[in-house]
Every structure is written in structure tokens, then in C-alpha cells.
T-cell receptor, first 108, second 115 residues
């Protein structure tokens, strides 16, 4: 069993839809990261959070420490949001443990 | 302020050759991390270095792989006698030393193909 579980694995949406990607982890962490990877492309760090909620443009990330759960929301989705979204956790050791990613496709 | 630089972006090696992957961290960053992404798999931690020190190499294969981060110059991930199974995307990330937990900034990756 992976230490970091993401759901769904694949997600398709129509442009404009509200999207939620979930991430669960098994033990206490020092931080949780949300990353974005475009096909054949590099990795962009979207958020790093250890409590509460962060917002950047149309992206919102939340974390519930007690439930060991985080969500990434995309409001008013757009085809350019199509990418793989990866959740990663950090356990006081600096190295990241990654989920397997959620592949999002947004159609016009 | 340039981001994390990796070169080459694409590298083709024949089986048995050596591969050298370079990573220049962001200015002011002294922590470097290497990650590997095998085809159709998730990212996996390989090694964490600070200047002239290997802090955690628990994700490095025991043989053929080594990493360094010298006082001057980029961090190098070296793979000796490459095999087909080494074909993957190798990403490095860097972070600064203040404000734990440290935010990691990723480079564009080096895509290694072993023929």
C-alpha cells in the first residue's frame, strides 16, 4: 500500500467545471506539496502547506491534519489545466514521498 | 533569478556507457534533491545533498549510481554502465536553508534513454 494515496487516478471534465483531487496519507507529516506535471514536461510546485488552506488564482489547496487528508480544487477549469497533479508529503526528513498522480483532462 | 537548471535535457546512452546528469540549484539554495520517474510510474526519491555532503541516499540503487554536490559547480548524478532499466526522467529540486519545511523548486528534468 502506497503511503500517499490519490484519487481519482484519472479525471475528465468539461471546461468551466469545478474539480477536486484528493490525497490521503498514513502518518503525521511536516508538510504536504501539490505539484503539476504537463505531458513530457517539467514539474511545477503549486502549493506547500502544513495546515489550513491556500489559494492561488483558480487553485485552492486545503489540508486536514487530523484526518490526514488534503484536497486540490480547480475552479472554472480550462483545457490548459490538463496535466498530472501529484501530491507529495514530507516527514521531517526533507525528502518527498509522492502519490501516483491524478491525470486530468479538461475538454473545451 | 534563474530557476533550477538541468542539463542535458535529453541524453541517449548505449548500454554499458556512463551517464552524467547535472543540476544547478537556484541562486541561494544549498540543498539539492534528485528524483527519478520511471516510465508510467510515480516519482521516487533518490538522494538529498547539501554542499559537499550527502545527507540521505536511501533511495539510491546500491551499485552504479553516485551523486555529488561540490563546493563549486553543479550537483552531478552519475550512472555507470547504464542498463535499459535506467531509462527514466531524472529531476532535481533545490531548496534554501531557512524556514523549515523547505519549499522545493524543480528543474525541467533530464530524460535518459538507454539503447
Amino acid at each position: 500500500k502506497n503511503e500517499v494515496e490519490q484519487s481519482p487516478q484519472n479525471l475528465t471534465a468539461q471546461e468551466g467545471e469545478f474539480i477536486t483531487i484528493n490525497c490521503s496519507y498514513s502518518v503525521g507529516i511536516s508538510a504536504l506539496h501539490w505539484l503539476q506535471q504537463h505531458p513530457g514536461g517539467g514539474i511545477v510546485s503549486l502549493f506547500m502547506l502544513s495546515s489550513g488552506k491556500k489559494k492561488h488564482g483558480r487553485l485552492i489547496a486545503t489540508i486536514n491534519i487530523q484526518e490526514k487528508h488534503s484536497s486540490l480544487h480547480i475552479t472554472a477549469s480550462h483545457p490548459r489545466d490538463s496535466a498530472v497533479y501529484i501530491c507529495a508529503v514530507e516527514y521531517n526528513t526533507d525528502k518527498l514521498i509522492f502519490g501516483t498522480g491524478t491525470r486530468l483532462q479538461v475538454f473545451p | 533569478n534563474a530557476g533550477v537548471m538541468q542539463n542535458p535535457r535529453h541524453l541517449v546512452r548505449r548500454r554499458g556507457q556512463e551517464a552524467r546528469l547535472r543540476c544547478s540549484p537556484m541562486k541561494g539554495h544549498s540543498h539539492v534533491y534528485w528524483y527519478r520517474q520511471l516510465p508510467e510510474e510515480g516519482l521516487k526519491f533518490m538522494v538529498y545533498l547539501q554542499k559537499e555532503n550527502i545527507i540521505d541516499e536511501s533511495g539510491m540503487p546500491k551499485e552504479r549510481f553516485s551523486a555529488e554536490f561540490p563546493k563549486e559547480g553543479p550537483s552531478i548524478l552519475r550512472i555507470q554502465q547504464v542498463v535499459r532499466g535506467d531509462s527514466a526522467a531524472y529531476f532535481c529540486a533545490s531548496s534554501q536553508t531557512t524556514g523549515f519545511p523547505y519549499e522545493q523548486y524543480f528543474g525541467p528534468g533530464t530524460r535518459l534513454t538507454v539503447t
